[in-house]
């Protein structure tokens, strides 16, 4: 059941980009067509799961065990960097193919604050599920990225969606382009306030 939990918290109710205000630039700047936004949120799905996974071994065996936690921030930036070079270096001999079709998308993730900030919340906040508040193990801690990277997919889909549609509608001048753009990511993270009161 808590694995249910975190999946339903972390995709609609405390949605990293639309509660949390993480990863604004990027979902912001790809998120004009939806092939654009669904190839950077696969990519970001991939690397926020993958670096979660390193950055809380690191912690838990490493940063803790010699009581080097001051350094968790700088520690996790550099982990973040490091695996999204591997994970660029071993796509291009691997998979050309899947290389070329994340593209640019790679290299932006190392500068998302999206992926960082999961891998801190995992490590520094207490999660509360019914009565009790306890830090997440691994598995929880890999099902609480996984899905918060969907949340971020799924926001950045729907948004993505939205705009390619609103290119197609008469928009007054003064709120063409990126004006209309904030308001409707507005609108949507109002709409995912409603999911609120669904898990403490």
């Known amino acids: 059941m808590e694995y249910f939990l975190i999946i339903i918290s972390a995709i609609f109710v405390n949605n990293i980009v639309l509660a949390q205000f993480l990863g604004i630039c990027p979902f912001l700047g790809v998120s004009s067509k939806l092939s654009t936004a669904t190839g950077m949120s696969g990519a970001v799905c991939f690397v926020i799961t993958l670096a979660t996974l390193v950055t809380y071994l690191l912690n838990k065996y490493l940063l803790i065990p010699f009581e080097l936690e001051f350094l968790q921030t700088i520690a996790f930036i550099l982990v973040i960097a490091a695996l999204v070079q591997m994970v660029e270096i071993v796509l291009k001999k691997i998979s050309p193919s899947l ?29 509360t599920f019914g009565e009790a508040a306890h830090w997440l193990n691994l598995g929880e801690s890999m099902v609480y990225a996984f899905a918060t990277s969907l949340g971020y997919g799924l926001a950045m889909v729907i948004f993505a969606g939205l705009r390619e549609h609103l290119a197609l509608n008469d928009v007054p001048k003064a709120f063409k382009g990126v004006p209309i753009a904030l308001i409707t990511v507005g609108i949507l993270a109002m709409a995912f306030m409603g999911f609120s009161g669904m898990v403490k």
């Open 99 to 127: 290389y070329a079709a994340l593209g640019i998308f790679l290299p932006l993730i190392t500068t998302n604050c999206a992926v960082l900030g999961v891998a801190l919340n995992v490590v520094t906040k207490q999660f």
